[in-house]
């Protein structure tokens, strides 16, 4: 009796995955399973860096987040669909034997029909199990396509925040030398600040309200890491807002 009802779990698993991949690739913010993924494995990966005092560490939240992310969304869409098809004895049948399948068979059924590899060695006898397996192929398919709507706008943010730390990096090392870099090197002096930074502040600010979990990205090297050189640019601007006797350049 409790296996019958299997289907239930099932079914709110892979609409579970489907509201967090719309959250998350199209809704522009973060979903409660991405978010219940990205948490704890920054939180272990910053206090790791901490106890080792190695801030090269951090450079792995990318590939770690991404990854925790993709496997949580491919397991709960197939531990779903493992119990809805498992729910129903006789719901697959192997191809060879005719013998209805076990769980690993099932499990093994729905990995490959999700994937869209389509083996046919274990088949749905039945017209609305055959339904079902085109579902969740489609489901598949649709695991795939938001998965890499999810990594390519991460690749594009990751190069504009990348691109802004180098322009900072360059202009100087720190708010005093942004400041007076900008004053001596510039033909527009001070408002080279803001001026020429304004495409691309709008850019990562835009990358940022989309994905709202790229501050959980770092880079390896130092003149990558906008986190260090974006707070250099907001004090350069408070400093520039209590000294000069005019208004502060607008950004």
Known sequence: MLRQLLWIPGTLMVLAVLGDLIVTCLQSGEGRISRAVHRPLYASLTAAARLSGRRALMSWSTPLLIMGTLAAWTLLCWLGW?????????????????????????????????????????TAPLPFWRLLTAVASINGFFLLTFAITFVVPIAQARGDRRRLALHLHRAGPGAQALILNAHTDHDRGLLSLTTDLHDMLNDVDAAHLNSPYLHRFHDHDRQDALDLHLPALGEALLILQGTLTGPPPRA
């Not at 192997?94 to 490959?112: C, E």
């Open 82 to 122: 493992t119990l809805i098809f498992w729910s129903q004895p006789g719901s697959l049948l192997g191809s060879d034997s005719g013998t209805p399948a076990n769980f690993a068979a099932t499990l093994y059924f729905v990995g490959y029909t999700i994937s869209t590899l389509g083996l046919g060695e274990i």
